[in-house]
Nanobody, 117 residues
Framework: VQLQESGPGLVKSSQTLSLTCSVS??????????WSWIRQPPGKGLEWIAT???????YYSPSLKSRTSISRDTSNNQFSLQLSSVTPEDTAVYYC??????????WGQGTLVTGPS
């Protein structure tokens, strides 16, 4: 399976960050696969943001839940992230990834999103 993130690299203050992950080589509705967004701010560790399950169930990081929405487009085999009210602290490399068998076993290459300065 291959994952590819897409979306704008710059987001202005208070705007909504929108990213899409296109998945090839496997369906996002296949059982027991969970599709996630993870980010890594400069000089910091990985931070899990949200997950959408093969069933469509969604899960959010408590610290970001109020600003985050994850959704999917099964016809195009994509899932998306929206993060509202962006601040400089949202600057990070954003990854989409697949979770299966207790680990993230497939990752996109990541996309740098720069928030307001």
């Amino acid at each position: 399976v291959q994952l590819q993130e897409s979306g704008p690299g710059l987001v202005k203050s208070s705007q909504t960050l929108s990213l899409t992950c296109s998945v090839s080589g496997g369906s996002i509705t296949t059982g027991n696969y969970y599709w996630s967004w993870i980010r890594q701010p400069p000089g910091k560790g990985l931070e899990w943001i949200a997950t959408i399950a093969y069933s469509g169930s969604t899960y959010y990081s408590p610290s970001l839940k109020s600003r985050t929405s994850i959704s999917r487009d099964t016809s195009n085999n994509q899932f998306s992230l929206q993060l509202s009210s962006v601040t400089p602290e949202d600057t990070a490399v954003y990854y989409c990834a697949r979770y299966s068998n207790s680990c993230f076993d497939a990752w996109g290459q990541g996309t740098l999103v720069t928030g307001p300065s």
